[in-house]
């Protein structure tokens, strides 16, 4: 029998030119449609990681809290809550007091690269990102990232756009490994990443 091995997948949503949301928008771009909730509901079961930002914003959503100009929550949108919720999650924080409210979370003070490593040996199933791009960007440094997957809607917030997903990313070259479209305008792309040491171009000189 062999030892488990967590997989690790980086999950990102994002408008077509990188970011992860917009001023003014609503979630999803407000272009989600059933295709894509549908494949969204069937996704198998993870552990979702976090930093301390996305934990205080997602749980104020389970709280009951709606993002800025939005009044209440779609009953899909409510019940991917409610989802999340039910999952298994770590936040990364030195800062957050306990006991945490949003339930089945737990908080870890140690290094995120370090205790995902750990997590990756010791554990199976499927270990999964959730926003905390900064979180994201030191995994895929690390080397630990197995799975690099974006969900990419068919808009350019370039005036209102907030989150650069890729600033401060090392040079990564990305093997396909699926995509699919939903709905008729969500691409979906999934790759095997691997950091580079420097361009191909730079390697020649």
Not at 71 to 80: H, P, R
Not at 115 to 123: Q, S
Request: hydrophobic share 40%.
């Amino acid at each position: 029998m062999g030892i488990p091995m967590a997989e690790l997948l980086v999950d990102f949503i994002t408008s077509l030119d990188g970011y992860a949301s917009g001023e003014g928008w609503p979630g999803f771009w407000g272009l989600e449609g059933p295709e894509y909730l549908a494949w969204l509901e069937e996704q198998p079961e993870v552990t979702y990681l976090m930093g301390a930002n996305t934990y205080r914003l997602m749980s104020g959503f389970s709280a009951g809290e709606t993002p800025s100009g939005t009044d209440e929550f779609t009953e899909d949108e409510q019940d991917s809550i409610d989802e999340l919720t039910r999952a298994t999650k770590i936040v990364f924080s030195t800062n957050l007091e306990e006991p945490l409210a949003w339930a089945n979370t737990t908080v870890v003070r140690d290094d995120a690269v370090e205790t995902v490593r750990a997590m990756k040996v010791d554990e199976a199933g499927i270990l999964s990102t959730i926003g905390s791009l900064s979180v994201a960007r030191a995994l895929l440094q690390a080397g630990l990232v197995d799975r690099f997957r974006v969900g990419m809607f068919p808009v350019i917030t370039g005036a209102t756009g907030a989150e650069r997903i890729y600033d401060g990313y090392p040079d990564v070259a990305l093997d396909m490994i699926g995509s699919r479209t939903f709905d008729d305008r969500i691409q979906v792309v999934e790759y095997r990443p691997r950091v580079l040491e420097r361009p191909p171009l730079a390697a020649t000189r």
